[in-house]
């Protein structure tokens, strides 16, 4: 497989993005919610489906890693500078709260 192809590599689930960083769903879910994990929604009529490229992910771990590494917490303001980095990844509605951008 290519570079180009692996880097676009998309998981398709909760199940799948927790396989990819060998953790259980809640604590991907967790990550989505409060630390900016980059995850893609497709909004349907009652609910949504879920998915992530491996690329951002490993992007979002790196950054994550290196703070961690620095002593620093992945505070709001980081996860706001992630969403920044991956736009499409939050949608400006979920579960009826707003998100930021």
């Given at each position: 497989?290519?570079?180009a192809a692996e880097?676009?590599?998309?998981?398709?689930?909760?199940?799948?993005?927790?396989?990819?960083?060998?953790?259980?769903v809640r604590t991907v879910?967790?990550?989505e919610r409060h630390e900016g994990l980059p995850v893609h929604r497709h909004h349907h009529r009652k609910s949504a489906t879920v998915?992530?490229?491996?690329?951002?992910?490993?992007a979002w771990w790196?950054?994550?890693c290196r703070a961690q590494l620095t002593g620093?917490?992945?505070?709001?303001?980081a996860s706001i500078n992630l969403a920044a980095a991956f736009p499409s990844t939050r949608?400006?509605?979920?579960?009826g709260r707003?998100?930021?951008p």
């Open positions: 497989m290519s570079a880097g676009l590599m998309r998981l398709e689930s909760w199940k799948e993005i927790a396989n990819f960083f060998k953790r259980e879910q967790l990550w998915h992530a490229y491996e690329s951002e992910l490993r790196d950054l994550r620093e917490t992945l505070s709001v303001s949608s400006s509605m979920s579960r707003i998100l930021l």
